[in-house]
C-alpha cells in the first residue's frame, strides 16, 4: 500500500512537533506594598506662608509652619521599614533650600528638627509616629527676594524596604 507524499509529510512532521521540548524561563520582582504620601485631610501637601512676609525678618526661623502630612501603606501583614525621601530642585546658594520662583528665596525643609537633604533617604523608625515636617522661608544673602507671591515644589517619596 501506498501512502500518499502529503500524508507522509504531515506524519513526519506531526511526530516531530511531538518530541519537541522547549525550556520556560519564569522571572519577576517582588515588590514591598505600595504607599501614599498625601495632606492629613487628603490630597496634595500645600504650605501657605501668608500674605504678609516681611522680606527684612526672613531669617531661616520667623515664619516656620508646620506641614502636616500622613504616609498610607497598603499592609501585607509584614513590618517593613520605612523611608522617606525629597525630591526637588535646590538653590545654588544653599543645596538645603527647595528652589523657588524667585531666585533669592529658598523653603527649608525639616522633619523633626532635622534639615533635609533633597534626594537622600531618611529611615523612619516608627511608621505609626512619623517625624513633624516644618518649612521655612529663607533669603539670599546676595540679593533681597523680589516683592509679590513665590511657589516651590517637591516631591515626597515614603516606601517600605
Sequence with gaps: ??????FVIALALL??????????NVQGTLLPPLCRVEN?????????????ININRLNGSN??????????????????????????????WDNQALATSDPNLGIRLALSGTGVEFGMDIPVADSNNLPVMTAVPVRSGAADPAEGQFSATA???AEYY
Excluded: H
Design 15 to 24: 511526530s516531530a512537533a511531538a518530541q519537541a521540548s522547549e525550556v520556560v
Design 63 to 92: 515664619y516656620r509652619k508646620s506641614v502636616p502630612y500622613t504616609v498610607n501603606c497598603d499592609s501585607d501583614g509584614q513590618q517593613w521599614p520605612l523611608r522617606l525621601r525629597f525630591v526637588g530642585a535646590t538653590n545654588a
Design 155 to 157: 516631591n515626597l517619596l
Design 40 to 52: 492629613v485631610g487628603g490630597g496634595d501637601i500645600r504650605v501657605d506662608f501668608g500674605d504678609d
Design 1 to 6: 500500500m501506498r501512502l500518499p507524499v502529503g
